[in-house]
């Protein structure tokens, strides 16, 4: 089975401080996506990596970054933490090309304070 | 840019009724489209997908066809069940891989 691993289920941060965010898939994925989740709003790409390295920007990035210095790995950054960030943050990967399934993680649930 | 749009929720439905959640799109080209289920307490997971303008994504009861003159990939089920109580979302994959998502529908079944 396809597994993608987000390192928390809850995180609490301060405001300000910078957040890390992993995620781990284990099935050799090329590409892999960060969403957050708001109610009313569904999933809003916040970045979209294509290989190592490769990333481009979603539909929602300020105030994010990310990194993907190996396949299995992709990292959200909140680079200083605002209230507004608080939310269900979702990692998924699936293989290369527009006709294949996205395997998601269970999410984590940041507040920021 | 593309975009998906979905009917609003939350839908209320008695046991054994007929659904219908609305899902159009906006894209250049031709994406794929796919509808995602997430149940309460769970991650989201695909449910059905079509490819190809004129496909029928099918499973657990569930249909949707890719209508590319309309623009609309709607999910439909004859007869639904208690367990069917999930947020459903439509989705897109444009050409380079990125996968759009819309607001998501949320269903609730009643006995």
């Known amino acids: 089975d396809v597994k993608v691993t987000q390192s928390s289920r809850y995180l609490v941060k301060r405001t300000g401080e910078k957040v890390f965010l992993e995620c781990v898939q284990d099935?050799?994925?090329?590409?892999m996506f960060w969403y957050r989740q708001d109610p009313g709003l569904g999933l809003r790409l916040i970045y979209f990596?294509?290989?190592?390295?490769?990333?481009e920007k979603g539909d929602i990035p300020e105030g994010y970054s990310v990194s993907r210095e190996k396949k299995e790995r992709f990292s959200l950054i909140l680079e200083s933490a605002s209230t507004n960030q608080t939310s269900m943050y979702l990692c998924?990967?699936?293989?290369?090309?527009?006709?294949?399934?996205?395997?998601f993680g269970q999410g984590t649930r940041l507040t920021v304070v | 840019g593309d975009s998906v749009t979905q009917m609003e929720g939350p839908v209320t439905l008695s046991e054994e009724a007929f659904l219908t959640i609305n899902c159009t799109y906006t894209?250049?080209?031709?994406?794929?489209l796919f509808w995602y289920v997430q149940y309460p307490g769970e991650g989201l997971q695909l449910l059905l997908k079509?490819?190809?303008?004129?496909d029928k994504g099918s499973n657990k009861g569930f249909e949707a066809t890719y209508r590319k003159e309309t623009t609309s990939f709607h999910l439909e089920k004859g007869s639904v069940q208690v367990s069917d109580s999930a947020v459903y979302f439509c989705?897109?994959?444009?050409?380079?891989?990125?996968?759009?998502f819309g607001q998501g529908t949320e269903l609730s079944v009643k006995p």
């Open positions: 990596s294509y290989d190592v390295k490769m990333k």
């Open positions: 099935m050799d994925h090329e590409n």
């Open positions: 998924a990967s699936r293989l290369q090309g527009a006709k294949t399934e996205a395997f």
């Open positions: 079509a490819t190809k303008a004129d």
């Open positions: 989705a897109l994959s444009d050409r380079v891989g990125k996968l759009i």
């Open positions: 894209a250049t080209g031709y994406p794929s």
